[in-house]
């Protein structure tokens, strides 16, 4: 299926590795040049390189860090011509009410919230002038299914649900389409660390983490390839009428515990 993608421009923020490295690569497949952001330089440039190299395209690293307000208008400036706008940048900790105090809680929330809300209204302003875009937020189950061990994450996945929802559901009026991918348990390297550091205590065995997915469907986590295929899907025309809706990725985990 040809994706009529070739010769767009992407803007994929957490573009460093995990899911936000596997939408640059498959958005790279397409033919799209991008523009990758995240806090680690060298990152960035290892994996701009490589794809320039595997495919022919413009990739333009922008270290940011999305908290900072001026960084991330630079960021936003630098990318007034996009096509797309993948917001993917997050990192909220675990822990229940009692564990989580106010510094954390905010500055987890100033990169996945407030991050994802104050750079897509900056992109959606550019993309407005323009008449056209998409804007693809990655958020995660947990916004539907709750977790009190995980309340500063359930929280803010489901204000940006809501904030998927509320801008997705008039945006096309300015020719915008806003949509999410949520993912269940993704093998991440974020993932992976923590359930070899669960297989470490519960089995004195790093090594034998895949054991506690067991219970997942299929017996493993999510690829990140198979986020970053979908999310490229929904940029494309192929998807002209998606707006205001967040598609859940997780085996089927949030239906069946509903």
């Known amino acids: 299926m040809d994706l009529n993608l070739r010769g767009r421009t992407v803007l994929i923020t957490g573009a460093s590795k995990g899911i936000g490295a596997a939408a640059a690569e498959a958005f790279a497949e397409e033919g799209c040049n991008l523009i990758l952001a995240a806090r680690s330089r060298d990152a960035l440039e290892t994996l701009g390189e490589r794809l320039r190299g595997n495919y022919q395209i413009q990739v333009r690293a922008v270290p940011t860090d999305i908290r900072e307000p001026t960084q991330l208008k630079a960021l936003a400036d630098a990318a007034k011509d996009i096509d797309v706008l993948v917001n993917n940048a997050g990192d909220i900790p675990g822990g229940s009410l009692e564990q989580v105090d106010d510094a954390r809680w905010r500055h987890a929330w100033e990169l996945k919230v407030f991050g994802y809300i104050n750079l897509t209204r900056a992109v959606y302003a550019h993309m407005k002038a323009r008449g056209h875009g998409v804007i693809i937020n990655d958020i995660g189950a947990a916004g539907e299914r709750m977790d009190a061990n995980y309340i500063a994450g359930s929280t803010g996945n489901a204000a940006l649900y ?24 993704v093998e991440t390297d974020r993932i992976v660390t923590l359930l070899k550091t669960a297989a470490q205590s519960r089995f004195n065995d790093e090594s034998r983490y895949r054991e506690l997915m067991k219970d997942y469907p299929l017996g493993r986590a999510a690829k990140p390839r198979e986020i970053a295929d979908l999310m490229v899907f929904l940029a494309s025309d192929r998807s002209a009428y998606t707006s205001g809706v967040v598609f859940t990725v997780d085996g089927g985990i949030s239906a069946r515990q509903a």
């Open 162 to 185: 809501a904030f998927t929802r509320a801008l997705g559901g008039r945006s096309l009026k300015d020719g915008i389409r806003v949509v999410a991918v949520s993912p269940g348990p």
